[in-house]
């Protein structure tokens, strides 16, 4: 089998070698027209994110088409989208006023390093530790982020150089227009599917604007979209230890954000299309794009889950949607800027706000009220602290509460049931409930009555489970309790780890042929060494 056989179905994401060759073309030309419609869409957004940046458009223009290509070629999940995001931009910004666009540059090249490390070591994995709760709060975050950022195109440059929104009959233009592109979205998929609804709204609306000539803001007078090809630029930055350290912060910064957005959208995008996996493929082809986008003059990127979802709202399921939207978005610099810079913003807006309005998880308004409260409580605050910071913050922000939830909840199942041995005349038996873990030692050491308890005790885990180094301690300093009051005590049902573990510490313990065989999650010794050998 050649490379040209195998070339299509890599190009559709296929599993196997083979298309059916009934939806192959039809599946092309969906893709193609999703791939173009994704580029009318990214150029707004491109331009928009290089202001925040304090760069020139070309350099959000150029990381848009670099990361896109590269991570619509050999990324995760195919129809996923990447390009300039503002969650990358905002933190650019005092490195780029500080330092130059050189240093810019410089910062992006070791961001794809930083990223392609990830994917090597497969560190990608540990985005199934993210919560469905962040998850919800993440969708619903960001598209109130996508909401808020489309407010900006309601506003002007006024005489003295300051932002202020537009009024009279400019504002009533663009609500008509920007309401209009959100029926033709809407009414579109009734009529046909193999036109991408937003790509119809976007030549609909431009058609209207240019043909009776209505004043409003076209892309082409928020800046201009002209340019040549990209060309090869090492960044002007001294090799020195110096350098390193201003863009060493900024790297493991915009690597992070840029990884988290990247895979948390490579999930929403796996849940809608049926896929799975990708994830250390997706850390890859993100550091790669960086890589190159940094010596190409491009401000890197990481995945758009707004034009994802345009992308996959419109049909595009294959690579050949995110290559085509990067080749048409370099075509529009070359050759279509002029036709591009006729397109009224307010049609782009529209487009967006379709977007918001199908990013948002409405459902999880319903959620709040019958989920526990504390996962109510985790998709709020991950959704304010989206708004608010940053998206990483945010998630990081949401595993970490999650956690401590579940290990709140965990500690309150310790219990114990206290009974009288059967095996040991005089003894009693303690059965353990629960997990044992840092979180509930503390409940743990109080199961125990140590004054009242009879010479011998046997604490039993059967239904119990060492967790970490902590519960370990945890039983050292029961059995150390029980051997100053001068009692002995066994301990029964415990891992074969555990007995390595403890036993140097010299605990009495039971073996038993029905010991479970889980492994627990440290590895620890103690030298308190005062409790005399081992007894069966």
């Known amino acids: 089998m050649t490379i040209f056989s195998m070339l299509p179905a890599y190009l559709y994401g296929a599993g196997s070698l083979s298309i059916p060759a009934d939806i192959s073309k039809r599946q092309m030309i969906v893709d193609l027209l999703s791939g ?244 250390s493929q997706e850390c890859i082809a993100q550091g790669a794009a960086n890589f ?45 800027s002029h036709l591009i810079e006729q397109i009224p913003v307010a049609a782009l807006v529209g487009v967006m706000f379709m977007v918001v309005i199908g990013t948002f998880a409405w459902s999880s308004l319903k959620t709040l009220f019958k989920v526990p409260k504390s996962d109510a409580l985790v998709i709020i605050v991950v959704t304010a602290v989206t708004v608010i910071a940053d998206l990483a913050i945010a998630v990081v922000v949401g595993v970490i509460l999650s956690a401590l939830v579940y290990a709140w909840n965990a500690a309150k199942q310790i219990t114990a049931s206290k009974r009288p041995s059967v095996r040991e005349a005089g003894a009693i038996v303690y059965d353990i409930r629960g997990p044992l873990f840092f979180g509930s030692v503390t409940s743990f050491r109080e199961l125990f009555q140590i004054k009242d308890d009879p010479e011998l005790v046997v604490i039993d885990f059967a239904a119990s489970r060492i967790v970490d180094q902590s519960a370990l301690q945890a039983i050292e300093d029961i059995a150390q309790k029980y051997h100053e009051a001068g009692k002995r005590v066994k301990l029964r049902h415990l891992t074969r780890d555990c007995h390595r573990l403890l036993s140097r510490s010299g605990q009495l313990m039971i073996d038993s042929d029905d010991d479970p065989d889980y492994q627990i999650a440290a590895d620890y010794s103690v030298k308190l060494g005062v409790f005399g050998k081992s007894e069966a």
Not at 145 to 153: H, K
Not at 311 to 336: E, M, P, Q
Request: hydrophobic letters at 55%; aromatic letters at 8%; one cysteine or more.
């Open 36 to 279: 173009l419609t994704v580029a009318l869409a990214l150029v707004p957004e491109a331009v928009a994110f290089s202001f925040v940046a304090g760069v020139a458009p070309l350099v959000g223009l150029y990381a848009a088409f670099f990361v896109g290509l590269v991570t619509a070629l050999i990324g995760g999940r195919p129809g996923m989208i990447s390009g300039a995001t503002g969650a990358l931009a905002v933190v650019m910004v005092s490195l780029v006023s500080q330092h130059g666009v050189d240093y810019l540059f410089a910062t992006v090249v070791l961001m794809g390093v930083m990223q392609l490390a990830a994917g090597i070591f497969r560190w990608g994995k540990f985005i199934r530790m993210v919560p469905h709760p962040v998850m919800l709060g993440f969708v619903n975050g960001l598209a109130i982020v996508i909401g808020l950022a489309q407010l900006e195109q309601f506003k002007s440059v006024s005489a003295s150089g300051e932002k202020v929104w537009i009024g009279g009959a400019e504002l009533m233009l663009t609500i008509g227009l920007v309401g209009l592109t959100m029926a033709i979205i809407w009414l579109t998929p009734k009529l046909t599917k193999l036109i991408p609804a937003p790509l119809a709204a976007i030549a609909g609306i431009s058609v209207i604007v240019v043909g009776f000539d209505i004043d409003v803001t076209r892309v082409g007078d928020v800046a201009s979209l002209s340019g040549g090809l990209p060309q090869l630029y090492i960044p002007q930055v001294p090799l020195s230890f110096d350098s390193l350290m201003i863009i060493l912060p900024y790297a493991l910064i915009l690597s992070s954000i840029g990884l988290i957005e990247s895979l948390l959208t490579l999930n929403l995008v796996g849940d809608m299309t049926q896929q799975r996996g990708g994830a």
């Open 292 to 336: 190159i986008t940094g010596f190409f003059g491009g401000m890197g990127g990481c995945a758009m889950i707004g034009q994802s979802m345009i992308n996959v709202k419109s049909g595009g399921r294959t690579r050949i949607a995110g290559i085509s939207a990067a080749l048409f978005l370099l075509a529009i610099i070359l050759v279509a």
